[in-house]
């Protein structure tokens, strides 16, 4: 087993293989093995890992594997710490609060498991290792655990190719061990749910049916061919409507943050849906225009107020994660009176991208023919995920046409599609059909 034959181990599999479950049984293993040591859970997000792990994760491969253990346990739910009847330690911790992660493995670990790593860069892999070094009985471990990415990701250089984080060989290979699990070779999985996965687009099938790292070549989500295979000939909004009875239209805004010459663009893109509905009973969805641009507040303000009364818009969808109520206040004081819907990120670029993407590959998203568009769709089709290069780039364009997709297809007859598109849905249907079976939580 890769666990107890190398000092580094990454499982790497589609969504419902087992890596969750198989990475606490194996911590719970080895803190019940040797008393009075400390391990430590570590995910991007301490919120994200108290729902996956602490609510449900943890509690649950307890009572399916270590009967009675859960009830004899003291757990801190206030700073997320299970002392188990050996005095061994569990902590979970977030990656992305750098001053409490250095306050956490100020303490050194005999286990480090680093939960959903498609999610946090290399650095934080190599800081770990500096902090597996308690004296025990145990030889210390690091555990990865993802869906796999990209072939430039870090884990599948480290752990498959043996190259380090500048391209060069390993200086010690044989302490990496990898291990890939598949949903398929669940048991505990139903049919309807495997078929679910079968069923994916291509893209997302790849990552949570087939358990592969993509080509480097399909880093960007989008796919020029799925743009120009459901692009309409009109030229602009004006002759989309001449021909196409537009229901629900929105504005969205994705801010800059300052205002400096270096300063990202402000994402600014209508879309719209169509009022006839297609033989599945769903819309045709429309990229209108893409007015984005570098500009102080109320300049962006007043472009977006202006797209929204050419194109009759029913309201404007904004990101409020940098400025909140400040972006709001700023289209309020460039005079809009009309609808604002802010907009909270609480998932990653990418995740809120994937459903998007899939609507592409469907043929459910069209794109006017013009010009005005191709700057958006030359960013939507080169833009690779910032994990493989550990820079977090700003593809505003991008993410401003993703919230307004998002919002129309919260509030039309896409709605119950997108749930079961979106990668977070997948893994809570999985958990709640296991919990129902007590199989405990596999992720």
Sequence with gaps: MVVSTHKYSAFCGGAGSGKTFFSLRTMLIRALKAPGTHHLILRKEL????????????????????????????????DSIVTLPNKSVIRLGGASDRKKLEKILGQTQSTIYINECSEVMVELFLFCQTRIRQKSSLVTRIICDLNPTFQSHWVNQMFIL????????????????????????????DEDYLLGLERLPRKMRKRFYDGEFADDAEGALWSMSDINDARVHYKNYRELKNHVKLGLTVVAIDPATTETEESDLTGIVAVGCSVALRDDG???????????????????????????????????????????????QTLKSAGFRGKIVGVHASKGKIARAEPIEALYEFGYVHHLDSKELEKLEDEMTSYVRHLLTGKDASP???????????????????AKHMRRLDPAK????????LRQRHYGNFR
């Design 47 to 78: 919120t994200a890992a108290r729902a996956s792990i602490w609510m449900q994760g943890l509690p649950e491969v307890m009572r399916v594997c270590f009967p009675g253990l859960l009830e004899v346990c003291h757990w801190n739910n206030k």
């Design 162 to 189: 043996h190259k380090d984080k500048d391209g060069m060989p390993l200086a010690d290979p044989e302490n990496y061990g990898f291990l890939k699990m598949n949903p398929r070779d669940n048991t505990h999985l």
């Design 282 to 328: 769903r819309e045709d969805l429309y990229v209108l225009a893409d007015k984005s641009m570098k500009g102080k507040p109320l300049e962006w303000a007043f472009a977006a107020i202006d797209l929204y009364e050419k194109t009759q818009s029913d309201a404007i969808v904004i990101e409020t994660n940098q400025g909140g109520d400040m972006a709001i």
């Design 396 to 414: 505003d364009r991008m993410d401003a046409l993703v919230w307004g997709m998002t919002y129309l297809t919260q509030n039309n007859n896409h």
């Design 426 to 433: 997948f893994k809570q249907t999985l958990n709640k059909h």
